[in-house]
């Protein structure tokens, strides 16, 4: 079942008779949006200003000229409201639409969070796109589709740009081109190997997903006859090692048989290669394979592109080519498609990628057969492009009707979809049953609902995806950690037993809970009322997955049923790090035991902003997101507030301030502007909260100690911190030690993100200021006590045992309510 794929070799290049160049497009419509003036292009094109083919309202115009950046990217349109641009055309038939979305920066609106969605007569592009929400960090996207006019519509292109609700949409350039006769399948094709015929009608709109350069350069606009961009393809190669690029120097001596011409791909696509890594041994034994993520449930076009750039004679070059793997050639010799050396050759399949799969495999591999001189394989380019499905909708099951876009009930999908759900609910409702009759449910069990409807989740044109879907019990993982099914964790729980509540946070309840195979979890269950919360939970699950750390909480699975949002992490058995420095009675922490909790956590921290291939910033960094093992060894929790955090291209992320009051970068608070520099900050204050073990804001206390840092702060710069650390620890912690740690928190609190060290230097502090406790530990058997802190007087003693406790009585819970509202109070300027 889990190969749902059909595969269908859709078209014989001699069906085509295009003449080899001088394809002129009857429509050539470039807009630069939001431009005065015609602007001219270094490949030679001009685009016009936009303004003449919006209605009813022309939105608003933003502009900026911050150097380094494309000239067609520095205005753009902006609307507030649902918009449309007419775009007339000559002809009828298939079109180019391309969009270029550059978040402008300006004064009054925020392009990098703002949240759109796109239909172009009538056909859903993307549904509720929002920079914020790609994960590659890609400052700007390039949108291709392929959309047809019919005779029976208008000759023209609606573009409707609908913003979500308190946002806007905006568009820095439309391309309107049209495409050559012949450079698109239109018939109903024979299939290979299932079988049916794939009907690829003219209705069916297409985007581009992928279009690559197999071992050559990154191609751009002005090196295709059709303005079209090709990306090398080293990333998406599964074991580099076994391809080997090739190419041959003078693309002109590409030649192009009838069928195919420059539309089709350029010379430089064919002059470039990958072969098997060494192509010279006597029969290799593996495929070289290239791995895309693609949205599931839907139908791809995969045109792979061929030219014998290596054989020195014909019929040397016999391969397998797999797609998914599945057989597409096999086997496959250039030479017979061609007849000649360095001449073109594009070949199209359909691949269906099932709702349990989210990636594309394309392999090329030796053939079975023993009796060939030598081994190798070929693959010059390759195009991949999904076609809109059965809703005609090309960003999951969103339709159109008088009131926007809409999700469809999804009537009418591919019948192996239905035939897996009509399986997958059999086996639910067997399982459901099995669990009444055994456990004799005083309630009748919920009916189980399984969603097939990818949730939009948008990434440009060509780079990779995240898509989580909703998954019953047993679907496969995705490497998302595993999917439970809601009935598996409401056991795991004791339905939710209240007595098994760990804690409660923003996100909702936090409960205790044993897997039936006996793993202790801790089982976090969102509100489903907040689609705030909704929004996070999705961002936790895509982070999580990626993340893999000795100090940073695992997470175990998750469940997305019955409207549920619930996370499963590891237990920790040791509870937060606020529990063990005040409050709870707990045993204190030895100082030791405190420089390597804060030594872990920073290491957790370190990783999260240097590890992955994005930085993450945690964004609420403080004690009770810092929990314990049962060997004390501290994890970081919670990145549910996390964002990725700034690229190259950008210097800050914006979002919605969240935080906590207490712990929250003062930067941050002024400019509104995220850094990893706004975690150092805030984990500044968990060192001195470490250190005098009590909450960063209490309230209770004398004004001037209210707020931990500025209290601490007010101590270390007169080289006394001594005088307000826990009177635990005071007897045993060395002066030396003291004044490292106290030089790192103070640098960490810094009032400006730049004066503060990174994590890794943090980490690095930290690790010597335990070495220097260690140093004098060893030491101190034979020596006086002198490097150790004096006693002080009783006065300022009083001042840490003091009546401070009262936000310790209430529970994390109420105490974070208490500050989330104090906060939002202090960040909406209409709170109060
Ligand atoms: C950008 O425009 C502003 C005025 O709009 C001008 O003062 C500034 O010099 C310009 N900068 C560049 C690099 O052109
Ligand atoms: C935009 O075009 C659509 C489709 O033609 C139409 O239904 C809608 O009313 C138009 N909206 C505006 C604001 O003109
Ligand atoms: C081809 O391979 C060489 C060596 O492996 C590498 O340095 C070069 O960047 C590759 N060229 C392209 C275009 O990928
Ligand atoms: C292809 O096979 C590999 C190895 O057997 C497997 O890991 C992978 O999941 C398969 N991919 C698909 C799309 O079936
Ligand atoms: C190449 O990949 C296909 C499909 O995944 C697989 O069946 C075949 O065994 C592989 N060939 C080699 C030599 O690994
Ligand atoms: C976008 O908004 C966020 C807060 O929502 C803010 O931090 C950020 O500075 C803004 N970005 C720009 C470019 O104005």
Redesign the pocket.
Known sequence: M??L?VLVCILSVFLFQCVLSSFSPVDNLLFNCGGTKTLKLDDGRSFEPDLGHLSPNSGIVVSDNETGVLDLYRTARIFKETSNYSISLKQIGRHWLRLHFYPVKNEEYNLTSSVFSVVVNGIPLFHEFCFEKLVNGQSSVLKEYVISVSYSGSKQFILMLSPASNSVAFVNAIEVISVPQGQFPSAAIPTVPLGTDFEVSTNKALETVYRINMGGPLLTPKNDALWRTWEPDQKFLINPAAARNVSVGDPSVIKYPPGVSVEIAPNQVYATAQVMGNADVVQQKFNISWAFEVEHSFNYLVRLHFCDIVSKSLNNLVFNVYI??QTAMSPFDISSKTNELAAAYFVDFVASVSST?D???VQVGPPDMTNLPTTNAILNGLEIMKFSNSVSSLDGFYHTDDNGLKRSKNKKTVVLTIVCSLVVSALLLGIAIALQLYFRHPKKPKHKQVSWLPLPTHVGNSDTKVSIGSYASTSPSHGLGRTLAFSEIREATKNFDESLVLGVGGFGKVYRGVLDNGVVVAVKRGNPQSQQGLVEFRTEIEMLSKLRHRHLVSLIGYCEELNEMILVYEYMAGGPLRKHLYGSGVPPLTWEQRLEICIGAAKGLHYLHTGASESIIHRDVKTTNILLDENLTAKVADFGLSKFGPTLDQTHVSTAVKGSFGYLDPEYFRRQQLTEKSDVYSFGVVLMEVLCARPAINPSLPREQVNIAEWAMHWQKRGHLEHIIDPHVRGSVTLDSLRKFGETAEKCLADYGVERPTMGDVLWNLEYALQLQEASTQSVADESSTNYIPDIPDCITRIENGNYNAEDIVSDHESDAVRSEVFSQLMDPGGR
Do not use: A, I, Q, V
């Open positions: 889990s190969d794929l998914n793997n799969s990636r594309l495999l």
